[in-house]
């Protein structure tokens, strides 16, 4: 069975500072999703950055980029130029290809960022 | 991105009714809804999977006389916490997906006296 880590419970940077959230899962399977969800106090899930495990290139959206890592097996997600609102519970997730629709997101336990001003 | 819905938003019961939970996807078609439990700053626990039409698929642990799920159409899927007692107090957040993006509604809290 898939299972992904996440091995910081919290983390705290600097408005405008840069922060590496690490992710690490283990499967056997070769193609899969990989996503990073934010989810602020209001507690709505946003979907930050998704990465298809066979794309090579890293995924970028503005501020926010993963350095995937597959043989190693390591999705981390840096956030740049951090800003007051990035403060959120982080959570990895993993998603297989089989199965169709309904295979189902593992999630991590979460990392709690918190941002200083 | 698609919006997904849930309502009610927050909800009090007496120990022993059942509570009904709506969960819609305003703009698209989702042909498998997923329904979890979040307790306070834990992970999302998955419940159930829903397949419009067909019944929903219960994770291991979870009772699936006490927590039915219906999933009538493309757009709607209903959680019903059926004789709610308060270690059922929790967050409940649905989420739909479409080809390979899932949403996530703004979730539901229920709190059980």
């Known amino acids: ?35 990073w969800y934010k989810q602020p106090p209001s507690r709505q899930m946003i979907l930050v950055i998704r990465q298809e495990a066979y794309k090579q290139q890293n ?32 959570f990895c997730a993993y998603r297989s290809l089989r199965g169709g629709a309904t295979n189902k997101l593992i999630f991590g336990t979460g990392t709690l960022l918190a941002v200083q001003p | 991105g698609a919006v997904v819905s849930q309502h009610p938003s927050r909800v009090i019961c007496k120990s022993g009714t059942s509570v009904k939970i709506e969960c819609r996807s305003l703009d698209f078609q989702a042909t498998t809804m ?12 998955l419940m159930a999977t829903s397949n419009e039409g067909s019944k929903a698929t219960y994770e291991q642990g979870v009772e699936k006389d006490k927590f039915l799920i219906n999933h009538a159409s493309l757009t709607l899927s209903t959680l019903t916490v059926t004789s709610a007692h308060p270690e059922d107090s929790s967050f409940y957040i649905c989420s739909a997906r479409a080809l390979m993006e899932q949403f996530f509604g703004p979730g539901t809290r229920l709190t059980v006296l």
């Open chain 1, 1 to 35: 069975a898939q299972t992904v880590t996440q091995s910081q419970p919290e983390m705290s940077v600097q408005e405008a500072e840069t922060v590496t959230l690490s992710c690490t899962y283990d499967t056997s399977e070769s193609d899969y999703y990989l996503f």
């Open chain 1, 59 to 90: 995924a970028t959206e503005n501020r926010f980029s993963v350095n995937f890592q597959k043989a190693a097996k390591s999705f981390s997600l840096k956030i740049s130029d951090s800003q007051l609102g990035d403060a959120a519970m982080y």
């Open chain 2, 34 to 45: 997923f329904w979890y439990r979040q307790f306070p700053k834990k992970s999302l626990m």
